[in-house]
């Protein structure tokens, strides 16, 4: 069936480090994938997403390309802030399906 | 408001007993989901409706949980006879026709159950 596979955390990094965190997957047919964040105190919240091969999903300065040879996802920030402190949760979604599988979330903490 | 209202926020109960989780979702959303999050795991996925169409089911763990959807809006999740393995945070999401279909869905903040 349909899983995710992500770095566990936590993460702690300082203010405008490079941030990297794995997502590899398991799927049958042609899934998407996608990067929700869950910030303290809020719901989930879809970051970004990709539909197909080859393509990259960016949002607020994340990014995150969707390698089919690699069955990977992995989200990238080139900078990070503070106010990026949060949990995110890599996810994927099979055609036709009526849910996402999600993985199980890691929690990044920047510091000033 | 605005988003995907849970309640209660958090709920402490006895071994045995039932309880009951709602979820408000965004109006006009006609599809609502029902996730589970126990510590150190991923969202499970508990249930889904999609306007009038049979919900589908297949993630519920046990006959002992059941949910409904009353006039499309509202859901009810019920856990009876509750097991200390039932403590987890229970998210409830929703999404249109069109938000749906790009993978986006609104959660709620979720309600937090400890079964002591």
């Known amino acids: 069936g349909n899983s995710v596979t992500q770095m566990e955390g936590p993460v702690t990094l300082s203010e405008e480090a490079f941030l990297t965190i794995n997502c590899t997957y398991t799927?049958?047919?042609?899934?998407?994938l996608f990067w929700y964040v869950q910030y303290p105190g809020e719901g989930l919240q879809l970051l970004l997403k990709?539909?197909?091969?080859?393509d990259k999903g960016s949002n607020k300065g994340f990014e995150a390309t969707y390698r089919k040879e690699t069955t990977s996802f992995h989200l990238e920030k080139g900078s990070v802030q503070v106010s990026d402190s949060a949990v995110y949760f890599c996810a994927l979604t099979g055609t036709g399906a009526n849910n996402l599988f999600f993985g199980t979330g890691t929690r990044l903490t920047v510091i000033p | 408001g605005a988003g995907v209202s849970q309640s209660p926020s958090n709920k402490v109960t006895e071994k045995g007993k039932d309880v009951e989780l709602r979820c408000d979702p965004i109006s006009g959303h006609t599809a609502l989901y029902w996730y589970r999050q126990s510590l150190g795991q991923g969202l499970e996925f508990l249930i889904y409706f999609q306007g009038n169409s049979a919900p589908d089911k297949s993630g519920l763990p046990s006959d002992r949980f059941s949910a409904e959807r009353t006039g499309g809006s509202v859901s009810t999740l019920t856990i009876q006879r509750t097991q200390q393995e039932d403590s987890a945070v229970y998210l409830c999401?929703?999404?249109?026709?069109?938000?749906?279909?790009?993978?986006?869905?609104?959660f709620g903040e979720g309600s937090r159950l400890t079964v002591l």
């Open positions: 799927a049958t047919g042609y899934p998407s």
């Open positions: 990709a539909t197909k091969a080859d």
């Open positions: 999401a929703s999404s249109s026709a069109r938000t749906g279909r790009n993978g986006e869905l609104f």
